[in-house]
């Protein structure tokens, strides 16, 4: 059991830290986080449905 949280505790060890360095920066990911939400927000905007053109 102690070498399975070892090598769990290693495992998230190594992906924090290349997920951090893929941003380069905390500034870099902090940029990252802002440009996700705003595409959620984006994403959650009702959109105006076109309506057709009747009697023509």
């Known amino acids: 059991m102690r070498k399975f949280i070892t090598l769990l505790s290693l495992t998230a060890s190594i992906i924090s830290g ?12 902090g940029k990252d986080v802002e440009r996700g939400g705003e595409r959620v927000q984006d994403a959650a ?7 057709p053109q009747q009697g023509k």
């Open 18 to 29: 290349l997920s951090i360095s893929g941003c380069n920066t905390m500034r870099g990911f």
């Open 45 to 51: 905007k009702p959109k105006p449905e076109s309506t």
